[in-house]
């Protein structure tokens, strides 16, 4: 059994109008968003072992965040093509995750997160929201088989929830 944690990052800036869409930083309650949705993740228990991101400083901050709560910030691999990736972009990442990791969480945008989300086909989310977490597990031994693997709902969090 194999565990994916979809997250999108957290609420960005648009401070600097000019500024390019990649390099967005997190606003104040993005910055306060994050380090307080890893805690309640982490509280649920749910232990990471690979943080995967978009390399997009909005995305990769709020990877950080995560991954400082689970005290692995230098464990974040970065894949370009997950910025403002189509679905096929996370099954490819998905594919490459090494056999050893149990439960991976992989950090991107919308629309792309919210549409492979609902291609899973397990839930029906409207629009994923910002540092919103939507939690699968798979019945497969290895993550090469995740596309044709059973998938199963596992929990849906985020900040305004509460």
């Given at each position: 059994?194999?565990?994916?944690?979809?997250?999108?990052h957290?609420?960005?800036?648009?401070?600097?109008?000019?500024?390019?869409?990649?390099?967005?930083?997190?606003n104040?309650?993005?910055?306060?968003?994050?380090?307080?949705?890893?805690?309640?993740?982490?509280?649920?228990?749910?232990?990471i072992?690979q943080?995967?991101?978009?390399?997009?400083?909005?995305?990769?901050?709020?990877?950080m965040?995560?991954?400082?709560a689970?005290?692995q910030?230098a464990n974040?691999?970065?894949?370009?093509?997950l910025y403002?990736?189509?679905?096929a972009?996370?099954?490819?990442?998905?594919?490459?995750?090494?056999?050893?990791?149990?439960?991976a969480?992989?950090?991107?945008?919308n629309p792309?997160?919210?549409?492979?989300?609902?291609?899973?086909?397990?839930?029906f989310?409207?629009?994923?929201?910002?540092?919103?977490v939507f939690?699968?597990?798979?019945?497969?031994?290895?993550?090469?088989?995740?596309?044709?693997?059973?998938?199963?709902?596992?929990?849906?969090?985020?900040?305004?929830?509460?």
């Amino acid at each position: 059994m194999k565990h994916l944690l979809l997250v999108r990052h957290a609420k960005s800036s648009w401070a600097n109008i000019g500024q390019d869409d990649f390099d967005r930083p997190l606003n104040d309650r993005g910055n306060k968003d994050a380090p307080a949705m890893a805690e309640r993740i982490k509280k649920k228990g749910v232990e990471i072992d690979q943080f995967i991101s978009s390399p997009a400083l909005r995305a990769i901050t709020t990877a950080m965040y995560f991954a400082k709560a689970y005290h692995q910030a230098a464990n974040i691999v970065q894949l370009d093509h997950l910025y403002h990736a189509p679905a096929a972009a996370y099954y490819q990442a998905i594919q490459n995750i090494d056999d050893s990791i149990k439960t991976a969480a992989i950090f991107a945008h919308n629309p792309g997160i919210t549409d492979f989300i609902n291609e899973l086909d397990v839930s029906f989310v409207p629009n994923m929201p910002t540092c919103g977490v939507f939690a699968i597990k798979i019945n497969i031994n290895h993550w090469v088989d995740f596309k044709k693997g059973k998938k199963e709902w596992w929990f849906f969090e985020y900040p305004k929830l509460l």
